[in-house]
């Protein structure tokens, strides 16, 4: 490459350990994890098999399919990402604590260095910002927004208020302005933090905004799920939320 090119392009160090993302067939903003990653790290993303079911616990249960994540896990491999991460909030809770659990033991057995998930995430950055007490933002239908409440309690978490779109699908097209209106209608004076749920709802640039109006930690599922993953490998994800400022070194007791 001519010198003159070469001036201004950031190249990965391949010494610095990527992330293999296994998201959802539908998942459609790749560009906002991207987002969340510093520049010298690459995410090494698949797709789960495709599906016509719309957005329900049955969909949820689908998604989390150990033969299924097993094989999206073993397509990432290749490029040896240093973690390997379930991208999907509803998929890696719909079943439960244990059902977590499940999923990250299958990523493991299929040969993932170290397996997250966004609700393992979650539970992970709650504890550790010391919070017990939760408002929650989601675009689900109520049977699958109480799934996630179930998931929380289990973990030691009260949701104290959750709000749901009652979205079956399109979840991607939501807006930030929809977004904003249903995190400010569910805040409650006794919630520690507030969560907006779903991989494939878009948060990137309305954390930090939201934090500043309420006073208080917002967490969204792209976000925790890149700190996690990131965090795994001893990188800081690039982005805003006090989520981020918990030192690298802290663990969860």
Request: net charge negative; charged share 20%; aromatic share 6%.
């Amino acid at each position: 490459m001519p010198a003159e090119l070469s001036v201004g392009l950031v190249e990965d160090d391949p010494d610095v350990p990527g992330v293999g993302v296994v998201a959802p067939f539908d998942f459609a903003l790749d560009r906002e994890l991207w987002r969340w990653a510093p520049e010298d790290v690459s995410l090494y993303l698949t797709r789960l098999p495709f599906f016509t079911t719309p957005v329900t616990v049955e969909m949820a249960v689908a998604v989390a399919d150990r033969r299924a994540v097993r094989r999206a896990t073993r397509d990432v491999l290749t490029p040896r990402p240093g973690v390997v991460t379930f991208a999907c909030t509803s998929g890696s809770f719909v079943s439960g604590v244990q059902g977590e659990a499940v999923l990250t033991r299958t990523m493991i057995e299929a040969g993932a260095p170290v397996a997250t998930t966004t609700s393992g995430a979650l539970v992970d950055a709650l504890h550790l910002l010391g919070v017990s007490r939760l408002a929650i933002a989601t675009p689900y239908i109520q049977p699958v927004t109480d799934r996630l409440v179930g998931f929380l309690a289990d973990s030691g978490v009260t949701t104290v208020a959750g709000e749901g779109l009652g979205l079956l699908g399109n979840i991607w097209r939501v807006g930030y302005e929809q977004v904003v209106e249903i995190v400010t209608a569910v805040d409650r004076p006794e919630a520690e933090a507030l969560f907006i749920s779903c991989t494939n709802l878009p948060t990137y640039d309305i954390v930090e905004p939201l934090e500043q109006a309420l006073g208080k930690p917002v967490i969204t599922a792209n976000q925790v799920t890149m700190w996690a993953s990131l965090r795994a490998i001893g990188r800081r994800a690039v982005g805003g939320g006090r989520l981020l400022d918990v030192p690298l070194h802290l663990s969860v007791a």
